[in-house]
């Protein structure tokens, strides 16, 4: 089976510059994406002040706006003020078993989640985390340790995972650990990988493949590598980033693409019982 994934920090659904009103051109943006499973991040459920100043704000959260008649959504509700609130969510093909949001701030300045969604493809269980990670170094390093122990107690340690989102780590500090805790690889892992010429000169250097993340950020001209997406039980048939003008317009940073290739099934079991309910 073949999944076509995309993970996009929205940006509240408001410009990056001018703080105009994107909503409805990012729910285009994402129709001509045509992802079978989207990772959203920075999305509000709810935004009183906005929906007063523009009319043509929507009524419904942005989660339920972006997915409208034809996809699943789950909401992840992490940073809330008084006149609404903002976090995670997925947007799905396919129907969502269950949904958590795990509260994953790591001081009071920075509100953080993890939504954890159960997707079912027929005989399959696929287990998704939609991330974001804090500003600070130390705290994305805690954050990264309540990932992989979110991942461990919710996920047989076969099943096919999908964690993706903004994790701020313009560094790439952390993926060697997702990768050797986890099993998982990023999706620009195979690109780096399969370059012929850098592969040789590093086998000739006695050294393995260089791992480097697509750059996502700014939208307009990226330069620093900030989201991510790192898969297990998918082989990797490509992916992109989506950077440019037009893609500048809707939100500060470039959405990722990928498509893959299911390898692993397992079959479907009653999903573990996580502390937190997530909003759909």
Not at 32 to 39: E, H, L, R
Not at 110 to 116: A, P, V, Y
Not at 206 to 230: C, E, S, V
Request: with cysteine.
């Amino acid at each position: 089976m073949k999944l076509r994934i995309a993970t996009w920090n929205i940006h509240k659904g408001i410009s990056a510059l001018g703080k105009r009103p994107r909503v409805h051109g990012i729910k285009q943006a994402l129709a001509g994406i045509a992802a079978d499973v989207v990772f959203l991040q920075e999305v509000q459920g709810r935004h009183d002040l906005l929906a007063l100043k523009h009319a043509s704000w929507p009524s419904k959260g942005q989660h339920e706006f972006l997915a409208g008649d034809t996809q699943h959504c789950a909401y992840g509700m992490n940073a809330v003020y008084d006149h609404g609130h903002h976090g995670n969510a997925l947007l799905s093909s396919y129907p969502i078993a269950s949904a958590c949001n795990h509260d994953v701030s790591d001081h009071a300045f920075e509100s953080r989640g993890i939504l954890h969604c159960v997707l079912a493809l027929g005989a399959a269980e696929v287990h998704c985390y939609v991330v974001h990670l804090g500003l600070f170094a130390g705290s994305r390093l805690r954050q990264t340790d309540a990932l992989i122990e979110a991942v461990q107690a919710t996920a047989p340690p076969d099943a096919p995972l999908l964690i993706a989102g903004d994790f701020n780590d313009w560094s790439n500090a952390l993926s060697d650990t997702l990768r050797e805790r986890l099993d998982v690889v990023e999706v620009f892992d195979e690109r780096m990988s399969s370059s012929r010429f850098g592969a040789y000169l590093r086998r000739l250097a006695g050294r393995g493949p260089k791992l480097a993340p697509a750059r996502t950020f700014p939208a307009a001209m990226p330069f620093l590598q900030l989201d991510r997406m790192y898969v297990r039980g998918f082989r990797v048939l490509g992916a992109s980033v989506l950077h440019g003008a037009s893609w500048a317009r809707l939100s500060d940073h470039a959405p990722i693409v990928a498509e893959l290739q299911i390898e692993t099934v397992t079959p479907a079991a009653v999903p573990q019982r996580d502390t937190e309910p997530a909003h759909g």
